[in-house]
């Protein structure tokens, strides 16, 4: 209670006259001092009425900021001799903060921070650089930068004083000039311990994910693993155990495991044979039934982009989404017909499922074996595309149109797939409803006339002569 009446007497004296002045360093060597917490505390805020009030006073130097020295040895008025000695004092209190922010206790820390940032919001009302036009404004930013690096330290953990800075964060200014500031302050964090970072995020994240996850977190962590987290790490490929993991659980899980599976195979050199196995494993009746049938095609055609691909294999997916396709819905059939043309122009060796006159008769003789697991036992290349040829008599005039496109030499150009993968029913329905039909359907034969044509039945009974 002594020293707060003592820094009391100090603050008002020093207000009072200019006299005083001097003793503006009792209070400077109680806040630079190893004092008790409590005492350290008291002269954070004895400086922010100090300083505050000379700010809105207008009592320290405004510009560029002469040595104190020289100062003393120029022509200067009186004033401004004043002025620059106490704005001197200003910047050793802001540089005291700016060390006590570094304070082990985190009340310290919290009063340095809100001292400066009270600083701050003054000196953008009340600024001490010189500006040229009248009714410009001017932001702090020097200042800013010492509250940035102070919340940014090398060897501690901040993030309890960072969230009791995100309060300013509202402010639009603030909020501007502080991520310039932390521009330019990560990179010398970063340069240095990035390695380092990237070593402790990679087992933050495999610590993490050995755990079993509920479903909904794995499909998390899916989504955002080929940006947010690969990227980032120095051994991507240890990833792999998690992506196993996942592929197990099924749906569309499966699907985004084999997504970060084939990243880390074109990305980062990872051999993993059963990658095709595993996505052929994937094409059941339900595909062209899932409400990530879209997401699910999208990335198949991904995976099946490169030419390279042995054609037993392409095979195999074909007669495999041409079999399911014999029971798929009207939007998806429109889907995966062009679909399955894309890979005939990728692979023209597998055409020979389309033009194969000696093949078998009957469909039950089909040499395509459904059941087989792995495509290149499949048998796929033996056999014909009948299930197409099917298609070209569906009840649905757009699908049997383009299942028709495969009796015709293909184009070299691949259709794009990109605005049918989203394709509903109700879409179809939409279309045929706006559709205007030149000739109406009509449940009987309309009238051609009487007696006038060959086939007219009156004319099989009747005669004019």
Known sequence: MARAAALASCLEAVLGSRGNANRVFEILELLAGQEEEEEILCAARTCSRLFGALLERGELFVGRLPAEEASLA?????????????????????????????????????????????????????????????GTLTFPCELLKVVVDGLLPLNEDASLLISRF???????????????????????????????????????WLSFLKHKLPTGLYKKVLVILHDSILPYMNE?????????????????????????????????????????????????????????????????????????????????FIKRLSRLALTAPPEALLMVIPFICNLFRRHPACKVLVHRPNGPEDVSEDPYIMEEESPSESRALE????????????????????????????????DDISGLLELSAYELFDKEVKKKAADVPLEFEQIQGLFGKKNDIFAEHFALD
């Open 74 to 134: 120029e022509n200067y008025s009186a004033e401004d001799k004043y002025k620059i000695w106490m704005r001197h004092r200003y910047k050793e209190c802001v540089d005291c903060l700016a060390e006590l922010m570094g304070h082990h206790a985190f009340q310290v820390k919290e009063s340095s921070l809100c001292t400066l940032m009270k600083f701050v919001e003054l000196e953008a009302r009340y600024p001490l650089i010189k500006v040229e036009w009248k």
């Open 166 to 204: 995100q309060e300013y964060m509202e402010y639009d200014d603030i909020r501007y000039f502080v991520i310039k500031a932390v521009t330019e302050s990560i990179g010398q964090v970063m340069q240095k311990t990035k390695e380092a970072h990237k070593q402790a995020f990679e087992k933050m």
């Open 236 to 316: 991507p490929t240890l990833m792999i155990d998690f992506l196993t993991v996942a592929y197990g659980i099924g749906g569309a899980i499966s699907l985004l495991a084999l997504n970060g599976l084939f990243i880390l195979i074109h990305q980062h050199n990872l051999e993993y044979p059963d990658f095709y196995k595993k996505l052929y494993s994937l094409l059941d009746p339900s595909i062209y039934h899932v409400k990530y049938r879209a997401r699910f095609f999208h990335l198949a055609d991904l995976f099946l982009s490169s030419s390279h691909l042995p054609a037993y294999l392409v095979a195999a």
């Open 383 to 414: 056999s014909s595309l009948w299930e197409i040829r099917t298609l070209q008599n569906h009840y649905h005039p757009d699908v049997a149109k383009a299942a028709a496109v495969l009796n015709q030499s293909l184009s070299e150009i691949e």
